[in-house]
């Protein structure tokens, strides 16, 4: 594929439930970012990976959010006892660094929705 | 700390009639500046991107966008616009802060392109 791309494009799920979200990066990127958008909002950064070192996680809203990138490529997105104010589109990004620039290129988002 | 600002939320304009959408920015380190678009319904994409160099840069969509570093600046504007210009657009700074490579977005302005 050429570009970023997430799964699921959307989610509904139950207040307390867990959720999963996907992303697979632009292959040869080596930065992964996951922001989160919510209505009539700017963009949200919550967690940053670059390489092989440990993630920046300064961006993440509470402990019940984690994310982990395997192999430097696929990453996941975890949400714990979901809550409402969870809803929003969560954007992955990836880029090759500031070797260019840190230019990112998004993925479609997925949209979430708590009940 | 580094920080972004969109100055207008909204912004309506005529059909034709030119554009400026304004951004500030805030920042002790050197800063790579992005414009990205949102359509709606759509993830962001690449408007355009000032790395060094030139500091009026040209982008997709008969866009450009010049940096003043005096007035620490990169407004977005368009001579004339279209319909299909309509869309959310974001303000962002990448740079190096602890051997993370961040990027901080703006709020976002809503650009409605009226008939």
């Known amino acids: 594929g050429a570009g970023v791309s997430q799964s699921p494009s959307n989610k509904v799920t139950e207040k307390g439930k867990d959720v999963e979200l996907r992303c697979d990066p632009i292959s040869g990127h080596t930065a992964l970012y996951w922001y989160r958008q919510s209505l009539g909002q700017g963009l949200e950064f919550l967690i940053y990976f670059q390489g092989n070192s440990a993630p920046d996680k300064s961006g993440l809203p509470s402990d019940r959010f984690s994310a982990e990138r395997t192999g430097g490529s696929v990453s996941t997105l975890t949400i714990q006892r979901t809550q409402q104010e969870d809803s929003a589109v969560y954007l992955c990004?990836?880029?090759?660094?500031?070797?260019?620039?840190?230019?990112?290129?998004f993925g479609p988002g997925t949209r979430l929705t708590v009940l | 700390a580094q920080s972004v600002t969109q100055l207008d939320s909204q912004v309506p304009v005529f059909e034709e009639a030119p554009v400026e959408l304004r951004c500030n920015y805030s920042s002790s380190v050197s800063v790579y500046l992005f414009w990205h678009v949102q359509y709606p319904n759509q993830g962001l994409q690449l408007l355009l991107k000032?790395?060094?160099?030139?500091?009026l840069v040209k982008g997709i969509n008969g866009f450009e966008a010049e940096f003043n570093k005096s007035q620490t600046s990169f407004h977005l504007r368009k001579p004339s616009v279209h319909i299909s210009d309509t869309a959310e657009y974001f303000c962002a700074v990448s740079f190096l802060s602890q051997g993370a490579q961040k990027l901080v977005f703006g709020q976002g302005t809503r650009l409605t392109i009226n008939p």
């Open positions: 990004a990836s880029s090759f660094g500031l070797a260019r620039g840190n230019e990112q290129f």
């Open positions: 000032y790395l060094s160099g030139s500091t």
